[in-house]
Every structure is written in C-alpha cells, then in structure tokens.
C-alpha cells in the first residue's frame, strides 16, 4: 500500500518537472522531453497559451510560415496539415502591369472583283440588270476566271474602290513591365492542427500544439486567426499573441487607359484592274483606274466578261503609332487575411 502510493507520488514530481521545463515557461518541448499533464497526457509539441480575450480572433491556434515569393515554403510539422498553403501573399506592386498597346500594320486591299450591268456608263434603274464577277479570297491579282458572263450582260463594268485597310489596336502577349511572373513579393503557408487541452500542466490554460522539435529556417510562427480588419480602429491584437502579421489572399488588377491607333502617314492606295473575253486574259474588254473611289467603264458592244486581273499603281499603306495602355488606377489587395501571433523570441 504505501509502496503504491509513493510510486504515485513519484510519477506526479516527475510529470510536475517535466512540465515545469515546458509547459509553465511557454517554451516548446525538444526531442527527448515531452510534457506531462495531470491526467497522464502527454504533449508532443509546443504549449502556447489561449487568448483570455477571443472576441476578434479565432481560439484554435495556426502554424504560420512567412517567405520571399522566390522561396518555397517547408511542409507542415508532423501532425499539421496544409491550411490555406500558399494562397496567402504581401506586398503587391501597385502597377497595374498594362500591356505595351500595338497597332496592326495598314494595309492597301485590291478590288473583291468587278460587276457587268446591262447598261451603258453602269446606269442604275430597270431595265438594268447587274451580275458580279468575283475575285477568290485573297486574291493578288492574277489572272482570274469563271463561268463566263454572256454580251448581253455587259454593257458596262463597274469596278469597286481599292481599300485602305486601317490599322486597329491589337493584342500585346507579354506586358510592359513585370513579365509573367507574380506581382506579389512575398507569400505565406498556414499550417492547421489538432491541440490538447490539460496536456500541458498548467492552470492558466495553456494548450499543446503539434510542431516541429528542431525548428526550419525560416520557422513557423505560432499565431491566432483575426475575425475582424486590421484596418478597424477598435481591433487590437490579445496580450497574448500581439504580434498582427497581415496578409492577402488576392488582388483587384487596377485599370489600364485603352489603347488607340493614330494614322501617322497616310494611305495611297490605287490599281489597274483589267477585264477580259476570255478565260486567260488575253483579249481585253476594258481596264479600269481605282483608288479611292471606284470607277466604270464601257467595253466594246458584243464581248462577253470571262477572266480579270489587276496590278498595284500606287500601294503604300502609310504608318499608324499606338498610344494609351498607361495605368489609371494601381492594383489593390483584396480579402485580408490578419494573423496575430505570439512574440518572435517565444515563436522561436
């Protein structure tokens, strides 16, 4: 009886010690040193205290790992898991990252093809009649045929204007500054875990929360969630995690001024398009001069219309210069995210 008793009264010294060297301090356990609570719990981890005041933050307490953008967070101690694992992030660069604005070039479009009316000098009103004679896609103004258009429908050819393309703004595949990468400098892994109540031997409320015994470089902060805006001006951090680190979880992009395409020079644009009887341009029924304004002609009376071909005057597109794309309004963060965690020198 009295044996049993004082091999009771042992194990409560030695899990009093125990807790004393890691329980009542707030510092974290080391490898061979586990903490003893009353019931015989024991904590594999680091006790930290609870929030006496939790009205503005959450009870349960996080792993927090802060970083350079360039660096890659360490996984969750034993016993963590991946929270909101790299979806945290701090200081934005405010640049908008407008895209360069670009111009698509002018261009000088020869004639679709050309239209045989029934009637003298392209008269319009019954009793004409008009029939297109139509250039393939993208014709270059070779020498072109099909079904041929008999004498009776044409008296008269009328050729459409050739077209000053102009340009327009176009899209930029890479932006002016910044590249591709991430407009974020820094971001954040939050680490979730399970923590035990009265493992720890202390009457104040400390807790046991699952953490590395040999820390990594950088560690992992001990930290409680935020329920409400850093910004407000009543919130306040708890005595016992004081230490606000704020964070992000994305971004409004901000806005860009349009881009727009000015005509630097203009465009000239002016062809000889030449119709003909047959189907290999070789015996002529008119040619015609267009520019920006189309013309007509009358060919000899009696000649069918069955191949065309045209060639350049005068081709020269001009130039156009862009503008715009400048930043009108900077990127903003967006879902804050506030962490209040426990000082450095007890984090460590």
């Known amino acids: ?189 939050l680490c979730n875990g399970e923590f035990q109540r009265g493992a720890c031997g202390d009457a104040s409320g400390n807790v046991c929360f699952p953490r590395f015994h040999k820390r990594p470089t950088p560690a992992f902060k001990t930290c409680v969630q935020a329920t409400s805006a850093l910004e407000s001006p009543d919130f306040k951090c708890p005595d016992e995690y004081p230490d606000p680190h704020t964070w992000f979880l994305g971004y409004d992009n901000g806005r860009c001024s349009p881009c727009a395409c000015t005509q630097a020079e203009p465009s000239v644009c002016e062809a000889l398009v030449s119709t003909y009887a047959d189907a290999a341009c070789g015996q002529e029924v008119a040619s015609v001069r267009v520019a920006a304004e189309g013309g007509c002609a009358d060919p000899s009376s009696g000649v069918s219309l069955g191949s065309m071909r045209a060639e350049w005057v005068t081709n020269a597109p001009g130039a156009c210069e862009a503008s715009g794309g400048e930043p009108v309004r900077e990127r903003k963060p967006v879902y804050r995210r506030t962490f209040c965690c426990l000082k450095e020198e007890m984090g460590q």
Not at 109 to 114: A, F, I, R, S, Y
Request: proline share 15%.
């Open 1 to 189: 009886m009295h044996r049993r008793v004082l091999m009771r009264l042992g194990w409560a010294v030695s899990a009093l010690a125990l807790a004393s060297a890691c329980g009542g301090t707030g510092e974290a356990c080391d490898e061979t040193v586990t903490c003893a609570g009353p019931a015989g719990e024991f904590c594999a981890g680091e006790c930290v205290p609870m929030p006496v005041d939790a009205s503005n933050v959450r009870s349960k307490p996080v792993l927090l790992w802060e970083g350079s953008i360039d660096e890659k967070p360490p996984p969750c101690p034993p016993d963590a898991s991946d929270g909101e694992a790299l979806l945290l992030y701090a200081d934005l660069d405010p640049a908008p990252g407008c895209p360069p604005c670009a111009c698509s070039q002018p261009a000088c479009e020869l004639p679709v093809g050309v239209t045989a009316s029934s009637l003298y000098m392209c008269q319009d009103g019954p009793p004409e009649t008009r029939t297109p004679f139509e250039a393939p896609a993208g014709w270059d103004g070779t020498c072109t045929d099909r079904a041929p258009i008999p004498p009776e429908q044409v008296g008269s050819v009328a050729v459409p204007p050739a077209t000053a393309v102009p340009c327009a703004p176009v899209d930029a595949i890479v932006p002016r500054s910044g590249g591709l990468g991430s407009p974020w400098k820094r971001h954040a892994k």
